[in-house]
C-alpha cells in the first residue's frame, strides 16, 4: 500500500488525479485544500474508502504539518497554489504566499521520510516565447509575473532539497487543461459557457494569441505514468499538447460545435499576463502517454455533450 498526500486535491486538476490514484484499492490517499478558490471544491473528490479530505491550508506550518506526522504519506503531490491569470495578477501578494507552502511541504517531505515530490509547475515560467517549442531543457525561464516566478521558485526549491537532503522530486509543467469540472475563469470553460447560453464571448485583444489545450485525461495520465514508472526522477517534463490555435479561433471553434448564436465581442488586451504565444515541446510527455493525445474538437465535444446531458 502506497500513502499519498494530494495537496489542492480539490481543485480541478488534482481532483481527478486523488480519484485516480485511489482506484488502486492499495493506496491511502489524503487530499489536503483550503477551498479558497472558486466553485471547484470538496465536492469533487467523492468519499471513497482509501481516500480522506481534510481542510487545511499548506501555507500554515501548524496546519499542514499535522497532516504529515498523522498520515506519514511516502509520496506527496504539490499541486496547491493560487491560479488564474486575472486572480494572479490582481492578487499578487497572495500568490507569494504560496512559498510558504512550498517550503513546508519540502520541509516536512525531507523529515517524515517522503520519498518523492511531485511538484505542478506551469508553462508561465517560460514568460514571452524565445524558442518554439518551449523545450524543458534548453528554453529559458524569464517570466516576471509573480505566479511563474513562485513556479520557478518552486522548482529551485525542489533541485536544492534533493541535492542538499537527497528528496527526489519530479516537475510537472502544465500548459492549458481542459476538461468537464474546469473552474468558469478559464478560456475553454468561459467560452462554453457563453456559447451554450448564446451569450457574447468576449476576447482580449485582438486574439491572435495562441494557446495549446491538454484534455484533462491526457495530463492525468501522463502524470500518473511518470509515478507508477519512476519516470521524470529529479527532472521536468511539460504536460500539455503542441497544436497551438489562437484564442479567436478557438472561440469559432466553440460557437460551431454548440451551434451558438454568440458574437464575439473585442475587450482591450489584458495589460499583463496573456503571453502572445504558448507552445511546449511534448517529446518526453508523448512518450509517457505512449498513445495519441485527444484532439481539441474532440475533447471540446466530450465536454458538450456532458454540459447537454
Known amino acids: 500500500m502506497a500513502s499519498i498526500l494530494v495537496t489542492g486535491g480539490a481543485g480541478f486538476i488534482a481532483s481527478d488525479l486523488a480519484l485516480k490514484l485511489a482506484d488502486d484499492p492499495k493506496n491511502k490517499v489524503v487530499v489536503v485544500d483550503n477551498l479558497l478558490t472558486g466553485a471547484v471544491c470538496k465536492v469533487n473528490v467523492p468519499v471513497k474508502p482509501n481516500l480522506h479530505f481534510i481542510k487545511c491550508d499548506v501555507n500554515r506550518f501548524e496546519d499542514i504539518s499535522s497532516v504529515f506526522y498523522a498520515y506519514r504519506p511516502e509520496y506527496v503531490f504539490h499541486y496547491a497554489a493560487v491560479v488564474g491569470v486575472k486572480r494572479t495578477t490582481e492578487n499578487p501578494v497572495m500568490v507569494l504566499r504560496d512559498i ?55 522548482e529551485a526549491f525542489l533541485r536544492s532539497y534533493q541535492k542538499e537532503y537527497g528528496l527526489e522530486y519530479t516537475i510537472f509543467r502544465f500548459f492549458n487543461t481542459y476538461g468537464p469540472k474546469q473552474s468558469r475563469d478559464f478560456v475553454v470553460a468561459k467560452f462554453l459557457r457563453a456559447a451554450m447560453a448564446n451569450e457574447d464571448i468576449t476576447i482580449y485583444g485582438d486574439g491572435s494569441q495562441t494557446r495549446t489545450f491538454c484534455y484533462i485525461d491526457d495530463n492525468i495520465d501522463a502524470c500518473l505514468a511518470a509515478f507508477h514508472g519512476s519516470q521524470v526522477i529529479n527532472d521536468v517534463v511539460n504536460i500539455g499538447s503542441d497544436k497551438e490555435i489562437t484564442i479567436k479561433h478557438l472561440a469559432e471553434l466553440v460557437i460551431e460545435l454548440t451551434g451558438s448564436r454568440s458574437r464575439l465581442v473585442h475587450l482591450p488586451p489584458l495589460e499583463e499576463g496573456d503571453m502572445t504565444r504558448r507552445m511546449p515541446d511534448v517529446t518526453r510527455m508523448d512518450q509517457l502517454l505512449g498513445r495519441p493525445a485527444l484532439p481539441l474538437r474532440e475533447g471540446l465535444m466530450r465536454i458538450i455533450n456532458g454540459m447537454r446531458g
Open 100 to 154: 510558504d507552502g512550498i517550503r513546508n511541504v519540502l520541509d516536512l517531505s525531507k523529515n517524515t521520510g517522503v520519498r518523492r515530490v511531485l511538484f505542478s509547475s506551469s508553462s508561465e515560467v517560460y514568460g514571452e516565447p524565445v524558442e518554439i517549442p518551449q523545450n524543458e531543457l534548453t528554453t529559458p525561464l524569464n517570466s516576471k509575473l509573480p505566479y511563474a516566478i513562485v513556479k520557478n521558485i518552486g
